[in-house]
């Protein structure tokens, strides 16, 4: 199993980290750390060479009640970030936005991946990742970051988020992205109570059945938070729990803070999988 990013192609034979490189003031754990160029590829370096396949440069805050940047900021935040992980470092980038100006800008630079949390609902945000070849990764959202977690509400919360990511594989396939170029993500902690993100979780390995490989993200989010007790920067532990449970069910990708720990996580979680397999 491989995706097909732009120019370069991605092995998903085993999972793979994705690792989270923040370059905004606000996000919920690591927000202000790497607003600097050189202080995002110093921490780019680093994920690489703790073994991430993927980063993923975001330049908007989506943390619950976050306030969206202007177009403008936003590209002045990730252009120069990205710029300089392509000139350097051989790794997927990955460009965390759901702006079609970004989506261009950001691939003129480097980029290979759109990781849109709004699914790529946006029609020109969806031609624009089609018209640069780029891969995709889309994640179900109920609402909107400044809104999403009031009152979040489903029937069947694992059947509609089926539904959707199904119809947005669908939808993207139509509007000229390969098949091969494709990921899911069920979208833990947007627009989702902690009962949500569970009943996800648990019904993992329906989402590694669908016909895009799957992503999966719960790296010091609240539902570890709520599961350990623990504040954010305390939840390494649970958050590699999490990784290494998602790859025994079939992710694909992890998307993580902490790279080295996720990776012997995941490493863990796969063989865990092969050994089911066996028997």
Not at 85 to 109: F, G, H, N, P, Y
Request: aromatic letters at 4%; one cysteine or more; glycine letters at 8%.
């Amino acid at each position: 199993m491989r995706l097909r990013c732009r120019t370069r192609w991605l092995a998903l034979d085993q999972p793979v980290v994705m690792g989270v490189l923040n370059v905004t003031p606000d996000s919920f754990s690591d927000g202000g750390l790497y607003a600097a160029p050189e202080a995002a590829l110093q921490q780019a370096r680093r994920m690489v060479g703790e073994g991430a396949a993927i980063i993923d440069v975001g330049g908007e805050s989506t943390r619950p009640g976050a306030v969206m940047p202007s177009v403008d900021e936003e590209i002045s935040r990730v252009v120069p970030v990205v710029e300089r992980i392509a000139a350097e470092l051989d790794v997927v980038i990955s460009i965390d936005t759901s702006r079609a100006e970004v989506v261009r800008a950001a691939c003129a630079a480097g980029a290979h991946l759109i990781n849109d949390i709004r699914g790529l609902r946006n029609p020109a945000t969806l031609a624009a990742a089609a018209d640069v070849g780029a891969a995709v990764c889309v994640m179900h959202m109920q609402g909107e970051p400044d809104s999403m977690q009031r009152a979040p509400h489903y029937t069947d919360v694992v059947v509609e988020v089926l539904a959707y990511l199904s119809q947005r594989v669908v939808d993207c396939r139509e509007a000229g992205i390969a098949a091969d170029s494709i990921l899911i993500d069920p979208g833990f902690g947007f627009g989702k109570t902690q009962a949500h993100n569970i009943e996800l979780f648990r019904h993992l390995g329906r989402f590694a059945n669908l016909a895009a490989p799957l992503l999966v993200g719960v790296s010091r989010k609240s539902m570890v938070g709520h599961l350990t007790g623990r504040a954010v920067e305390h939840r390494l532990a649970g958050s590699v729990s999490l990784a290494a449970l998602a790859a025994a069910e079939g992710a694909a990708v992890l998307r993580a803070h902490d790279v080295a720990e996720t990776v012997d996580a995941v490493k863990v979680g796969a063989a865990m999988r092969r050994t089911q397999g066996e028997g």
